[in-house]
C-alpha cells in the first residue's frame, strides 16, 4: 500500500534527576555535597533511508517516547544518557509541526538526520550549588521534561522527470515502454492511483529517473480527482512532460493543455517555471495527425509527437529530457535557507512572556507560561530550601506585584501547575 502523508507523535524523554548526597567516608569529615546530575534523556531524530519506500510503517506505529535519563547518584555519579531514537523515513519527506504548520526540514539526502524532540537536560545535584555563603545546599534540579510534538511526515517523490496530463493520455505506457516499471495500465479512468518511479536509461549513457502521476483533471489544485494528493509529487521534478492526447477522446487538445498548466500554476511550487516538454501522444490513431497540425498552430512551443505503440520518436523524447536535465537545477521546495532553520532570530515582539496569569474564578488564579513551568517543574521543592528558591524565583519576577495589579485579594488561591499556595500581600 503506498502512503505518502501522515501525522506521527513523537516525545522525548525527560532528563534524569539530580540528587542530594554528602560525603559520609569513615576519614573524610565534612566531606560535603556529593549529589551527581541526571543524564539527559532520549532525543527523537528521523532519518532519510534510501531502503524504505513509502510511509506505510507508519499507519500503526504512529507514537514513539523517548526513555528517561539516569538520576544522578552518590559521590557526583552522574547518571546514564538515555540512547536516542532513529526513526528511518523514505528519501523525500519533508516535515511540519501539525498545530501551525511550520516547516521543520526536507529529508531529500540519503542519511540526512533530523532532530524533531530534544531530549530533556539532566537536572544538577546538589553538588553543583555549593558556594562560599552554602557549603551544604539541599538542594537539586529534577531533569527537564522532554518536548511533545505532533508532526505531519509527507513524501514527496524525488524524480527527475513527471508526467502530467489528462487521465488517459498514456502516461503509464510510456513508462512501462522506456523503464523496468510495470505500473497498471487500462482503458479506463484514474487506472494510476499512485504514483510510479521507473528508472529509464538513454542510448547515450545517461540515465534518469521518471515519474508516471495519477491523471489531473480540471480543479485538481483544490483536490478534485486524484490531483490535491499527488501534486505534491510533482514538486520535486526538474522536467515536466506534459502529456495531450491525440485520440478521439473527444476532448480539444488545446484546451487540455492550458487546462492542465492552469492547475500547475494554481498549485504553486513554481510548477509552471519549470521547463516543460510537451508531447503529442498516440499519435499512431486515426486523425492525430491532423488533430496535431491544428495543435501546432495553436501553441508556438515544439511539440514531439510519439506512439507508445510503436515507439516512434521515443528516442527524441528521452535525448530531449536528458538534455535538459543537464542544464536544469533542483527546484527548492521553499525559499527558506536550510542552513538558516538551524537557529532562530528573536525580536522584542517575538519573545514568549517568562509567566503569565490566568484568572480562574473570584478567588482563584493560576500561573502559567511554558518558561515558568519548565523551571518550576525542575525545581526539586520536597525539602524547604526547594519551596526557598521557588518562593525566591516568584519574587523575582515580580509576580506578586502582577497579581495585585490584577486584583487578587489576600488569602486567594493561586496554582502552578500542581503547586498550591496562598496569596499574600
Same mark, same amino acid.
Given at each position: 500500500?503506498?502512503? /505518502?502523508?501522515?501525522?506521527?507523535?513523537?516525545?522525548?524523554?525527560?532528563?534524569?534527576?539530580?540528587?542530594?548526597?554528602?560525603? #559520609?567516608?569513615? %576519614?573524610?569529615?565534612?566531606?560535603?555535597? &556529593?549529589?551527581?546530575?541526571?543524564? #539527559?534523556?532520549?532525543?527523537?531524530?528521523?532519518?532519510?533511508?534510501?531502503?524504505?519506500?513509502?510511509?506505510?510503517?507508519?499507519?500503526?506505529?504512529?507514537?514513539? +517516547?523517548?526513555?528517561?535519563?539516569?538520576?544522578?547518584?552518590?559521590?557526583?555519579?552522574?547518571?546514564?544518557?538515555?540512547?536516542? +531514537?532513529?526513526?528511518?523515513?523514505?528519501?523525500?519527506?519533508?516535515?511540519?509541526?501539525?498545530?501551525?504548520?511550520?516547516?521543520?526540514? @526536507?529529508?531529500?539526502?540519503?542519511?540526512?538526520?533530523?532532530?524533531?524532540?530534544?531530549?530533556?537536560?539532566?537536572?544538577?545535584?546538589?553538588?553543583?550549588?555549593?558556594?562560599?555563603?552554602?557549603? &551544604?545546599?539541599?538542594?537539586?534540579?529534577?531533569?527537564?521534561?522532554?518536548?511533545? %510534538?505532533?508532526?505531519?511526515?509527507?513524501?514527496?517523490?524525488?524524480?527527475?522527470?513527471?508526467?502530467?496530463?489528462?487521465?488517459?493520455?498514456?502516461?503509464?505506457?510510456?513508462?512501462?515502454?522506456?523503464?523496468?516499471?510495470?505500473?497498471?495500465?487500462?482503458?479506463?479512468?484514474?487506472?494510476?492511483?499512485?504514483?510510479?518511479?521507473?528508472?529509464?536509461?538513454?542510448?547515450?549513457?545517461?540515465?534518469?529517473?521518471?515519474?508516471?502521476?495519477?491523471?489531473?483533471?480540471?480543479?485538481?489544485?483544490?483536490?478534485?480527482? $486524484?490531483?490535491?494528493?499527488?501534486?505534491?509529487?510533482?514538486?520535486?521534478?526538474?522536467?515536466?512532460?506534459?502529456?495531450?492526447?491525440?485520440?478521439?477522446?473527444?476532448? /480539444?487538445?488545446?484546451?487540455?493543455?492550458?487546462? +492542465?498548466?492552469?492547475? $500547475?500554476?494554481?498549485?504553486?511550487?513554481?510548477?509552471?517555471?519549470?521547463?516543460?516538454?510537451?508531447?503529442?501522444?498516440?499519435?499512431?490513431?486515426?486523425?492525430?495527425?491532423?488533430?496535431?497540425?491544428?495543435?501546432?498552430?495553436?501553441?508556438?512551443? @515544439? +511539440?514531439?509527437?510519439?506512439?507508445?505503440?510503436?515507439?516512434?520518436?521515443?528516442?527524441?523524447?528521452?535525448?530531449?529530457?536528458?538534455?535538459?536535465?543537464?542544464?536544469?537545477?533542483?527546484?527548492?521546495?521553499? /525559499?527558506?535557507?536550510?542552513?538558516?532553520?538551524? %537557529?532562530?532570530?528573536?525580536?522584542?515582539?517575538?519573545?514568549?512572556?517568562?509567566?503569565?496569569?490566568?484568572?480562574? /474564578?473570584? %478567588?482563584?488564579?493560576?500561573?502559567?507560561?511554558?518558561?515558568?513551568?519548565?523551571?518550576?517543574?525542575?525545581?526539586?521543592?520536597?525539602?524547604?530550601?526547594?519551596?526557598?528558591?521557588?518562593?525566591?524565583?516568584?519574587?523575582?519576577?515580580?509576580?506578586?506585584? &502582577?497579581?495585585?495589579?490584577?486584583?487578587?485579594?489576600?488569602?486567594?488561591?493561586?496554582?502552578?501547575?500542581?503547586?498550591?499556595?496562598?496569596?499574600?500581600?
Amino acid at each position: 500500500m503506498f502512503i /505518502d502523508r501522515t501525522i506521527i507523535e513523537v516525545r522525548s524523554g525527560k532528563g534524569g534527576d539530580g540528587v542530594i548526597a554528602f560525603i #559520609r567516608e569513615k %576519614h573524610v569529615p565534612r566531606g560535603g555535597p &556529593a549529589g551527581g546530575n541526571g543524564g #539527559r534523556g532520549a532525543s527523537i531524530y528521523l532519518r532519510a533511508s534510501k531502503t524504505v519506500n513509502t510511509l506505510f510503517n507508519f499507519r500503526r506505529s504512529k507514537v514513539f +517516547i523517548g526513555d528517561k535519563g539516569g538520576n544522578g547518584g552518590n559521590k557526583n555519579q552522574y547518571g546514564r544518557c538515555a540512547e536516542d +531514537i532513529i526513526v528511518d523515513v523514505p528519501l523525500g519527506t519533508v516535515v511540519f509541526l501539525e498545530k501551525d504548520k511550520t516547516f521543520l526540514g @526536507d529529508l531529500s539526502v540519503d542519511g540526512k538526520t533530523l532532530l524533531v524532540a530534544k531530549g530533556g537536560r539532566g537536572g544538577r545535584g546538589n553538588a553543583c550549588f555549593k558556594s562560599s555563603t552554602n557549603r &551544604a545546599p539541599k538542594i537539586a534540579e529534577n531533569g527537564e521534561p522532554g518536548e511533545k %510534538h505532533r508532526l505531519i511526515l509527507e513524501l514527496k517523490l524525488l524524480a527527475d522527470v513527471g508526467l502530467v496530463g489528462f487521465p488517459n493520455v498514456g502516461k503509464s505506457t510510456l513508462l512501462s515502454v522506456v523503464s523496468a516499471a510495470t505500473p497498471e495500465i487500462a482503458d479506463y479512468p484514474f487506472t494510476t492511483i499512485v504514483p510510479n518511479l521507473g528508472v529509464v536509461s538513454v542510448k547515450d549513457g545517461s540515465s534518469f529517473v521518471m515519474a508516471d502521476l495519477p491523471g489531473l483533471i480540471k480543479g485538481a489544485h483544490t483536490g478534485r480527482g $486524484l490531483g490535491l494528493r499527488f501534486l505534491r509529487h510533482v514538486e520535486r521534478c526538474r522536467i515536466i512532460v506534459h502529456m495531450i492526447d491525440m485520440s478521439e477522446t473527444g476532448r /480539444d487538445p488545446y484546451e487540455d493543455y492550458l487546462t +492542465i498548466n492552469k492547475e $500547475l500554476a494554481e498549485y504553486g511550487f513554481a510548477l509552471i517555471k519549470r521547463p516543460q516538454i510537451i508531447v503529442a501522444s498516440k499519435i499512431d490513431e486515426e486523425g492525430a495527425l491532423e488533430k496535431l497540425k491544428v495543435l501546432k498552430k495553436q501553441i508556438s512551443e @515544439d +511539440i514531439i509527437p510519439i506512439s507508445a505503440l510503436t515507439e516512434e520518436n521515443i528516442d527524441e523524447l528521452l535525448y530531449r529530457c536528458s538534455s535538459l536535465l543537464k542544464t536544469t537545477p533542483a527546484f527548492p521546495l521553499f /525559499d527558506e535557507d536550510e542552513e538558516a532553520l538551524d %537557529h532562530k532570530v528573536y525580536t522584542l515582539e517575538e519573545e514568549e512572556p517568562y509567566f503569565t496569569i490566568t484568572r480562574l /474564578d473570584a %478567588h482563584t488564579w493560576s500561573i502559567g507560561g511554558e518558561k515558568m513551568l519548565n523551571f518550576y517543574r525542575m525545581t526539586n521543592i520536597e525539602n524547604d530550601e526547594g519551596i526557598m528558591v521557588l518562593m525566591s524565583k516568584i519574587r523575582s519576577l515580580r509576580i506578586d506585584d &502582577a497579581l495585585e495589579n490584577l486584583g487578587a485579594k489576600n488569602g486567594d488561591t493561586v496554582l502552578l501547575d500542581d503547586f498550591e499556595f496562598d496569596y499574600i500581600k
